[in-house]
């Protein structure tokens, strides 16, 4: 019943002696990446949301199912995730002196208008996520991490709590509020400065990345890992949404417009 | 004549089928498989062998080993055993087996995954331990229960639901099963831990553990990556006894109405907020939409992808419902700590959030105190007279 391979491990895992790291190698010098996510296609029309708690007052903002937000007019699609992807024995690098000053900073999470503000969060491990409650009605922020213990408090009317994630997740985390269940965010806790989220234009930018081979990774919340995008009408495959780049010294690396096909997006 | 011919068939066929039937085993978590959609079948097979080096089958358990972490403090597999492996009552000298099998497994199933025989008649569906998450205790959301927390589940049972009390079974019977309880857990999260670690770390064609003398190098980190996860998962057990939530003493007051009535209040303000789920009438009526954790994981709202779920053994989507309040039947406990756990806390794997921190312990106390008041007012013991009660419902 048990393999010889696994009867094999259960001894490694009895008297393992582990290999030390490998060295990440660094150049001299930094540089930028960045580009833009557009959809190949007529970009879909967002979906009004059922409201059934608190009419009187979340009825009020024409709130839209913000699931996959494509701009009408330029097909960029908002809120894709690239952040710096790291293998198990990497050590993240040390990141480049101007993101110094926002290293302990309070990153906004905001219950506003019956929807979470932004609808992506980046959180570094060593700021401070603080959720506030902009609303006259009252929310609970609950956040089902893995790595960090999940949380969720209430958080009251005009009201708004601190929290601390010290461990990174390695996928973007589920946010919501229990009491308006159409409510949902997301939030990306790194230990390091290298995540964007694309705007309203689906263009993003990773600033002053040491210069040197990194691998970045793209995620979406409909598409999940962003598996494959059209450049200069080429398909590339991008294995678990992960990419290659090379960063040079003083050099803003841009790849244009990546085309992102609608057969991405679908329910999970 | 023909009809006893194939009765006596049909018994052969029993009793050979009893002879051979298969040795129990682990079912693989087949639904959060699915879910991390990454998973191939020679990988969910890698994931099934390293679990059983590991931890064993149902008749023969083991405890993993780590380098730097004593498993046998967080479970035992002297303790273990009285409760691990098929009934057995043939010789009243032995030492007794099989206590999970004769008490727990026809409704928590073999692997501990909530899909024994009887589950799907019964609500709600009997508990699926493997996401390490326990609604009824004394620690915050993200804590394991506590060793006493689980012993008072299975001292006082759960009200309300299918249940019982084993009040009646001796101590080192109970001890056993809360150490199989957390033993089950304790595999089926480090189970889920290799899924996602297989779904975002490795191709296709990869596996969590290769086999060996391939690359020395690529074993031993891979090995690393198993002792890794293993032992977050325990040490988030054995860390559970330090972080039960300390209970202020209820202020003493002698005006215990007016402690009800503050505690109206704030069941009724913006800043506890209860109404909005359990209703304007605390009948648990406010949201009525919802689902817990373990539901949603097979995405309920979708009926499409749901069903893709049910195939794959996972029952029927079920809404989770806010607790009616005014039927004096509390799952977790009807002492008045227990309630104060529930408020301050919150329910992990529901949508039951944690009290503000604006909320002082005598803020807490007075909801425990209306709370509990509410079974005994006019409204709770008969029917609705008329206008007076009618309410909104969604």
Known sequence: MISKRVLFAALLLLCSSLLSSAANVQAAGWGSIKGRFVYDGAPPKAGPIAVNKDREFCGKFNLRDESLVVNPENRGVANVIVYLYLGRRDTPPTPHPSYEKTADAEVMFSNDKCRFSPRVALLRTTQTLKIANADTVGHNTKIDCFSNAPINPIIPAGSDIEQQFSAQERLPTRVSCSIHPWMTGWLVVKNNPYFAVTDENGAFEIKNLPAGKWTLQVWQEKSGYVKEVKKGGKATKWKKGRFKITVKDGQTENMGDLLVSPKLFKDR | ?394
């Not at chain 2, 999260?189 to 190098?217: C, K, Q, T, W």
């Not at chain 2, 040490?235 to 003493?252: I, L, M």
């Not at chain 2, 029952?315 to 756990?341: E, K, S």
């Open chain 2, 1 to 394: 004549m023909g009809r006893a011919w194939a009765a006596a068939v049909g018994v052969c066929l029993l009793l050979q089928a009893g002879c051979n039937s298969p040795e129990a085993a682990f079912h693989f978590n087949a639904v959060y498989a699915h879910k991390q959609s990454g998973v191939t079948k020679s990988q969910a097979k890698n994931v099934k062998e390293i679990l059983i080096a590991q931890f064993g089958t149902p008749d023969e358990p083991a405890i993993p080993a780590l380098p730097d972490m004593d498993v046998s403090s967080v479970i035992s597999l002297d303790r273990l055993k009285m409760s691990a492996g098929p009934v057995e009552r043939t010789d009243d000298t032995a030492p007794r087996r099989g206590l999970y099998r004769e008490h727990c497994a026809h409704c928590h199933g073999v692997t501990g995954d909530g899909r024994g025989p009887t589950a799907r008649f019964l609500n709600p569906y009997p508990r699926d331990y493997r996401r390490g998450t326990s609604k009824f205790k004394s620690t915050p959301v993200g804590g394991r229960p506590t060793h006493a927390d689980l012993k008072r589940i299975l001292v006082d049972g759960i009200p309300g639901t299918a249940m019982p009390s084993f009040k009646l079974l001796a101590a080192d019977e109970l001890e056993s099963l809360i150490q199989y309880v957390k033993y089950l857990a304790i595999r089926g999260e480090v189970e889920r831990s290799y899924i996602l670690e297989i779904d975002a770390e490795l191709e296709e064609e990869d596996l969590l553990l290769n086999v060996p003398g391939e690359d020395a190098e690529q074993v031993a980190d891979q090995v690393e990556v198993i002792q890794d996860i293993t032992s977050m998962v325990l040490s988030r057990w054995a860390n559970a006894a330090g972080q039960a939530t300390e209970v202020p003493s209820h202020p003493v007051d002698d005006d215990k109405l007016a402690s009800i009535t503050r505690g109206r209040e704030l069941f009724f303000g913006t800043t506890a907020n209860c109404v909005k789920c359990h209703g304007d009438t605390a009948l648990g009526d406010g949201q009525t939409t919802d689902y817990d954790e373990w539901t949603k994981e097979i995405d309920p709202t979708k009926p499409h992808l749901a069903a893709e779920y049910v195939a794959l053994g996972a029952f029927t989507p079920r809404n989770i419902r806010p607790r009616n309040l005014r039927q004096g039947v509390y799952r977790g406990g009807r002492r008045p700590v227990d309630i104060y756990w529930r408020i301050k806390n919150g329910i992990e794997g529901t949508p039951m959030p944690a009290a503000p921190a604006t909320l002082r312990s005598d803020d807490i106390w007075h909801l425990v105190d209306y709370v509990r008041s509410l079974p005994y007012e006019a409204l709770s013991e008969g029917r609705t007279k008329g206008r007076e009660f009618q309410r909104e419902r969604n």
